[in-house]
């Protein structure tokens, strides 16, 4: 599915929060594939901007902090790369490989 697919699931109030949380993963992770960042690259510096972790997300307000950071990411608004996420990224590479 698309970004805009994920992020009309993600606003959809009559979905189950565990639903709309999985759905703001998921632009996590397509905004991630875009930068050429891992995942969880992505999900650390959404935290460290906004102070929400989407791996355990707490209310809907939340959520919408998130993705309003994941697509300003994804627009171009702000720049994704941290020096420190890409070094542990391409350090977890390396590892694995």
Known sequence: MSFNSHRR????????????????????????????LKRDALLELVESKTGVDLHASKSAAELLIALEALENMRLGRECPVDSELLLSGAAADQEVG
Do not use: I, M, N, T
């Not at 959809?12 to 875009?34: G, I, T």
């Open 9 to 36: 699931k993600l606003l959809d109030e009559s979905q189950p929060f565990s639903h709309r949380a999985s759905h703001a993963r998921s632009c996590a992770l397509l905004v991630a594939r875009k930068s050429g």
